[in-house]
C-alpha cells in the first residue's frame, strides 16, 4: 500500500527593500577632527556635557543605571538625551587623541552602555524601565535615544563583541515594542505618537547597519506598524478641514502636543522617513510644505519658527525652546540625507546653516556650561522676567544657567552646542576620481561640502578664521 503524503510549502516573499538614502553616513570614530573643531569638542566633553554625570540628578542618578530620577513628563529621557550625544562624541575625541581632556568621558559612556546591556529585560527584550511611566501606548518614546545611542556605539566599535551586543539588544527591543504595540498602539495624543516618525527612522537605520533577511522583515513590519499609527503630519499642515485639528496661523493660548515645538521639529522628517519606507516620493514634497508653513505663520529672522511650548505666532518678543533647534536642524539633516536630488534640498542646508550660526549659538554660552530655555529674536536682557510674554514657560525661561525652566535642554545640551552627531552624517557614495563626495557639517556649526578622500582631515581655525585648511592623501590619480 503507497500512502501519500502531502506537505505544506509555506513561501516568503523578500522583504520589501527600504528606497536607498543618497547620502551616508561615515563610519563613526573613522575620522579625526583638529585645530579649532577639535578645541570646540574638547571644550564640550570638559564642559557641561563631560559633567553631567558627574553632578546632575537626572543622568548621574537615572533610572537607566539603577537610580531614581530622570521622571519628567514626556518619560524617562534625559538620561537617553545626553548619552546618545554622549557617544559620538567620545568617539571622534578618541579618533582624535586631543591634549587637554580633563574629564574621562569615554569611561562614562561605556559604563552606561554596559549597564544597559546587562540589565536588558532577557525574557522580552525591552529595554530600561518598564513602569510604565507615561501612561499607556505613550511609554514607548523613553528609549528611542537609547536605541539611537546603542546604535552609534555599535557602529564605532564595529567587529568587536560589544558592538554586536549592541546590535542584539536594538533587534529585541524593536521586535518587543513591536510585539506591544500590535495590543497597546501608540497614545493617541501621546509623545510617542508624535514622534513616530523618529521610531520608524530607528528602524530603518538599524535595517542599514546590515541585518538578515528575518531581521529586515521584521524592521520593516514594526515601522508599517507605527506608521499606521502615526500622528497625520500631513493633513494637520494641509490645514485639512476633515482632521481633528490644523496648523494654526497665529499664537496657540494653550498647550497642546500637535502645536508643540519641539514635536513639530521632530515632525519635519517624516516625508523623508515615509519615503524609504513606501517608496513614494511624494511624500518628500512634504518636507518644504512643512517649512512654507512654519515660515508664513510661525517663522522667526533666525530661521526657526516661534514655540514657547507650542507656536507664538510671528510677533518678535516670542521665544522658541532649544531643544526645538536641534531637533529641526536634525530633520533638515536626514531630509537632505534622503531627498538631495530635489531642486529645493540645497536650501534645506541653507536654513541648517542658519540656525548653526544665529539660532544655536545665542542660546548657549561660549564657555559650553550655560544655555537658556527659550531664546527671543529681539531679546533685551536674560534675566528672570516676570510679567513675560510668553504663555507656557516659566520665568527663568530666557535665563543662562544649568537648568533653566526645564531640564530636557539640560539633557539635550550636549547634542546641541556643535552637535558631534552631525560630523558622521557625511556622504560616502564612490567618485569616479576614487574621492568621497563629502557633505559635512562641521558639529553643527558649518555645511561645507567639499570633495573628499577617506584620509582627509580639517584643520586651522575655520569657520571663525579663514582659511579653512584641507590636507588629504591620495590613493589614486585624481584628474584635475
Aim: with cysteine; hydrophobic share 40%.
Amino acid at each position: 500500500m503507497e500512502v501519500l503524503v502531502l506537505a505544506t510549502l509555506t513561501l516568503y516573499a523578500p522583504p520589501p527593500t527600504l528606497s536607498p538614502t543618497l547620502y551616508k553616513p561615515l563610519p563613526l570614530g573613522s575620522y579625526r577632527a583638529s585645530g579649532w573643531l577639535l578645541g570646540q569638542l574638547t571644550q564640550q566633553a570638559n564642559t557641561l556635557s563631560g559633567h553631567l554625570n558627574l553632578f546632575w540628578a537626572d543622568v548621574q542618578d537615572s533610572v537607566w543605571v539603577g537610580g531614581k530620577s530622570d521622571k519628567s513628563g514626556a518619560g524617562h529621557e534625559r538620561g537617553p538625551y545626553w548619552l546618545n550625544g554622549l557617544v559620538p562624541l567620545v568617539a571622534i575625541l578618541n579618533a582624535s587623541k586631543p591634549t587637554g581632556l580633563n574629564v574621562h568621558v569615554a569611561k562614562q559612556v561605556d559604563e552606561w552602555i554596559v549597564y544597559i546591556l546587562d540589565h536588558q529585560n532577557a525574557t522580552t527584550g525591552w529595554l530600561g524601565p518598564d513602569d510604565g511611566l507615561g501612561g499607556k501606548g505613550d511609554d514607548y518614546w523613553s528609549a528611542w535615544n537609547v536605541v539611537a545611542a546603542l546604535l552609534q556605539y555599535a557602529d564605532a566599535k564595529r567587529g568587536t563583541p560589544i558592538a554586536a551586543r549592541c546590535m542584539d539588544s536594538v533587534l529585541a527591543h524593536i521586535a518587543e515594542a513591536s510585539r506591544r504595540m500590535k495590543t497597546t498602539p501608540l497614545k493617541d495624543g501621546g509623545w510617542s505618537q508624535n514622534r513616530w516618525q523618529d521610531w520608524v527612522y530607528l528602524c530603518e537605520w538599524t535595517a542599514d547597519m546590515g541585518v538578515t533577511e528575518a531581521q529586515r522583515r521584521m524592521l520593516y513590519e514594526a515601522s508599517q506598524l507605527a506608521f499606521g499609527q502615526r500622528w497625520d503630519w500631513q493633513r494637520y499642515y494641509a490645514q485639512d478641514s476633515t482632521f481633528a485639528h490644523q496648523f494654526p496661523e497665529k499664537n496657540v493660548p494653550d498647550w497642546t502636543m500637535y502645536d508643540h515645538g519641539v514635536n513639530n521639529a521632530m515632525g519635519l522628517k517624516w516625508g523623508a522617513v515615509a519615503y524609504r519606507l513606501t517608496g513614494d516620493p511624494t511624500y518628500l514634497a512634504e518636507i518644504d510644505k512643512m517649512l512654507a508653513m512654519q515660515d508664513r505663520y510661525q517663522g522667526q529672522p533666525y530661521g526657526m519658527f516661534s514655540a514657547d511650548e507650542v507656536f507664538g505666532g510671528r510677533a518678535l518678543n516670542r521665544g522658541i525652546e532649544l531643544c526645538a533647534v536641534v531637533e529641526q536642524m536634525y530633520s533638515l539633516e536626514v531630509a537632505f540625507r534622503v531627498g538631495a536630488e530635489l531642486p529645493s534640498a540645497v536650501s534645506w542646508l541653507d536654513r541648517l546653516e542658519t540656525l548653526a550660526f544665529n539660532a544655536l549659538p545665542a542660546t548657549i554660552s561660549a564657555d559650553m556650561w550655560q544655555h537658556q530655555y527659550l531664546q527671543q529674536a529681539n531679546e533685551i536682557t536674560a534675566c528672570v522676567t516676570d510679567p513675560h510674554v510668553w504663555q507656557q514657560d516659566g520665568p527663568d525661561s530666557t535665563l543662562f544657567g544649568v537648568e533653566p525652566n526645564f531640564g530636557c535642554c539640560t539633557a539635550n545640551f550636549n547634542q546641541v552646542r556643535r552637535r558631534p552627531q552631525r560630523l558622521s552624517h557625511c556622504a560616502d557614495p564612490p567618485s569616479p576620481s576614487g574621492g568621497f563626495p563629502l557633505v559635512s557639517p562641521l558639529v553643527g556649526s558649518l555645511w561645507c561640502p567639499l570633495w573628499w578622500v577617506p584620509s582627509g582631515v580639517p584643520s586651522g581655525g575655520f569657520p571663525l578664521v579663514s582659511p579653512l585648511v584641507c590636507s588629504t592623501q591620495c590613493h589614486t590619480d585624481l584628474p584635475l
